[in-house]
T-cell receptor, first 111, second 114 residues
């Protein structure tokens, strides 16, 4: 079992650009959540996808959007990148009320 | 709103010392509580969880008890090892349907010296 896999592992983008991050959930998991972790901080919830729909959303602007595919994998899109979007983006998958399993994350740097 | 407060780090201990990392929470409803661990350069790993008051979660020698009366979920280990050096996050989960939205504390860096 490969667990939760995220791609790419590192990414450098220019302010104003758009970025897409990808996540494949752990086998058997149907729910994907995305978190942003700034340096030295705890992860902040962005949104959660279940049955290809956004089910819950944290306090993030509409520049942050996502998608879930029929195979449960997911994408996080961020438009009009700001320097403050630089962070580690974590994907977590879960099934029912079991604990969330996290991927290794994508380190996004906006310059 | 929901929030988690955990003790400020860093915490530095000698091998075989006793560990306590304090965690308190504020939540509407009846949250589940979690401890996650993050090793350098890695994602978060679920360490233990408790889903209702007075439950005790345990794993790899770590323990935490869900105390509703004090809104706390302190992490303890009787004898730490160098390999326990990592950042520890306390989190609460509110179910939105069948799955949790997690709210994390800021994390506590633990360093264990030989």
């Amino acid at each position: 079992d490969a667990g939760v896999t995220q791609s790419p592992t590192h990414l450098i983008k220019t302010r104003g650009q758009q970025v897409t991050l990808r996540c494949s959930p752990k086998s058997g998991h149907d729910t994907v959540s995305w978190y942003q972790q700034a340096l030295g901080q705890g992860p902040q919830f962005i949104f959660q996808y279940y049955e290809e729909e956004e089910r819950q959303r944290g306090n993030f602007p509409d520049r942050f959007s996502g998608h879930q595919f029929p195979n449960y994998s997911s994408e996080l899109n961020v438009n009009a990148l700001l320097l403050g979007d630089s962070a580690l983006y974590l994907c977590a998958s879960s099934y029912g009320r079991g604990g969330a399993f996290f991927g290794q994350g994508t380190r996004l740097t906006v310059v | 709103g929901n929030s988690v407060t955990q003790m400020e780090g860093p915490v530095t201990l000698s091998e075989e010392a006793f560990l306590t990392i304090n965690c308190t929470y504020t939540a509407t409803g009846y949250p589940s509580l979690f401890w996650y661990v993050q090793y350098p350069g890695e994602g978060l790993q679920l360490l233990l969880k408790a889903t209702k008051a007075d439950d005790k979660g345990s794993n790899k020698g770590f323990e935490a008890t869900y105390r509703k009366e004090t809104t706390s979920f302190h992490l303890e280990k009787g004898s730490v090892q160098v390999s326990d050096s990592a950042v520890y996050f306390c989190a609460l989960g509110i179910s939105g349907g069948s799955n949790y939205k997690l709210t994390f504390g800021k994390g506590t860096l633990l360093t264990v010296n030989p």
